[in-house]
T-cell receptor, first 110, second 114 residues
Framework: AQRVTQPEKLLSVFKGAPVELKCNYS??????LFWYVQYSRQRLQLLLR??SRESIKGFTADLNKGETSFHLKKPFAQEEDSAMYYC????????????FGTGTRLQVTL | KAGVTQTPRYLIKTRGQQVTLSCSPI?????VSWYQQTPGQGLQFLFE???????NKGNFPGRFSGRQFSNSRSEMNVSTLELGDSALYLC?????????????FGEGSWLTVV
């Protein structure tokens, strides 16, 4: 069965510091990986997906199949990045069935 | 365009009762999925409907059921409520593509079972 692991419940960084939110997954096939974000009092929304290979709000994530990881990175944290971040996985044919990690709360302080 | 709309937003039910939650997807979206979010278990997939048919199902007991109407609106029902069913229930909609589709979530329905 597929599983997504986010080892950190809380990550606290200073403004301007680099950010790395860790995500590891277990799945034997070819998964599709996502990062979702939930800002305070807002709905869960897609931040980025691995197939797009794009940078959103300065965040990037690279799928490393060898290490089964999909870590989210940003070189310089901003206050507005403070939010709950969820890594999620789906597999071919079940794009709407997401397996989520437990989430990491990112706290950016001055 | 309007986002995914869920009603009611908040409700309190008594153990043993049943509850029905409603979800209106984004216009044009034909796939609707439901998730349960709790502090202990996190976000867990309940089921997905497409064209009025259940396409995928998570590991939840039969007390959890759902349906989708011809206009793509969906309802989920939980019968014989238990205290552990207290959770945020999220609905999400998407276009029916198997790859690269974006799933849009609603704000959720907060269910408290007392």
């Amino acid at each position: 069965a597929q599983r997504v692991t986010q080892p950190e419940k809380l990550l606290s960084v200073f403004k301007g510091a680099p950010v790395e939110l860790k995500c590891n997954y277990s799945y034997s096939g070819s998964p599709e990986l996502f990062w979702y974000v939930q800002y305070s009092r807002q709905r869960l929304q897609l931040l980025l997906r691995h197939i797009s290979r794009e940078s959103i709000k300065g965040f990037t994530a690279d799928l490393n199949k060898g290490e089964t990881s999909f870590h989210l990175k940003k070189p310089f944290a901003q206050e507005e990045d403070s939010a709950m971040y969820y890594c999620a996985l789906s597999y071919t044919g079940t794009a709407s069935k997401l397996t989520f990690g437990t989430g990491t709360r990112l706290q950016v302080t001055l | 365009k309007a986002g995914v709309t869920q009603t009611p937003r908040y409700l309190i039910k008594t153990r043993g009762q049943q509850v029905t939650l409603s979800c209106s997807p984004i216009s044009g979206h034909r796939s609707v999925s439901w998730y349960q979010q709790t502090p202990g278990q996190g976000l867990q997939f309940l089921f997905e409907y497409f064209s009025e048919t259940q396409r995928n199902k998570g590991n939840f007991p039969g007390r959890f059921s759902g349906r989708q109407f011809s206009n793509s609106r969906s309802e989920m029902n939980v019968s014989t409520l238990e205290l552990g069913d207290s959770a945020l229930y999220l609905c999400a909609s998407s276009l029916p593509r198997t790859g690269g589709n974006t799933i849009y979530f609603g704000e959720g329905s907060w269910l408290t079972v007392v």
